[in-house]
């Protein structure tokens, strides 16, 4: 079996093997191997995000909403992507930056990766594969409850301050 395969088959494997977010290694966005599982206990809200959407001004309200729940336990986890209409076409620094800039966000961000198509990272297989499909638009949002599994999938155009994602946020954290 040449390297190629090999490859494709321990990917298939994680993939097809995986039972919770916690099994997934991540890059951050300044270049740092992340280990989903330092998550373990937390919830968890998993967003592929872009800068020139004309979503991206939930980065606000994932931010306040970030800001409210932490301190019980919630983090998100921004995944800048350019699958859908080239619209982060940007360095992992220049996200980095204008995140900070514009929207003053404190919340973990990752590397780019890409959450649709035949590239499309491990995580975002499992995530589409485990809840309603392939991702259609940034800013689809995944609630991960505090045992690594998927409890909610929200679409793009579900603000991150909605009353429906705020009560599984607190349904999530135990109230």
């Given at each position: ?25 991540m ?62 076409p ?55 409850d ?23 946020i ?6």
């Amino acid at each position: 079996m040449n390297k190629l395969a090999g490859a494709f088959l321990a990917f298939c494997s994680l993939v097809w093997a995986a039972s919770s977010v916690y099994e997934f290694t991540m890059n951050s966005i300044d270049g740092k191997s992340v280990t989903l599982a330092s998550y373990r206990g937390k919830v968890l809200m998993i967003v592929n995000v872009a800068s020139r959407c004309g979503y991206t001004p939930q980065y606000a309200a994932l931010e306040a909403v970030y800001e409210k729940y932490r301190d019980r336990g919630f983090l998100i986890a921004g995944f800048p992507a350019n699958n859908f209409g080239g619209q982060e076409p940007g360095t992992n620094e220049e996200i980095r930056q204008f995140c900070s800039a514009k929207y003053n966000v404190k919340f973990p961000m990752f590397a780019k990766i890409s959450v649709a198509g035949e590239d499309q990272a491990p995580l975002y297989h499992y995530l589409t594969a485990a809840q309603g499909g392939e991702i259609e638009w940034n800013f689809t949002k995944f609630l991960i409850d505090r045992n690594g599994k998927i409890a909610r999938r929200f679409p793009s155009e579900t603000t991150p301050d909605s009353p429906e994602v705020t009560a599984a946020i607190e349904s999530a954290l135990g109230r």
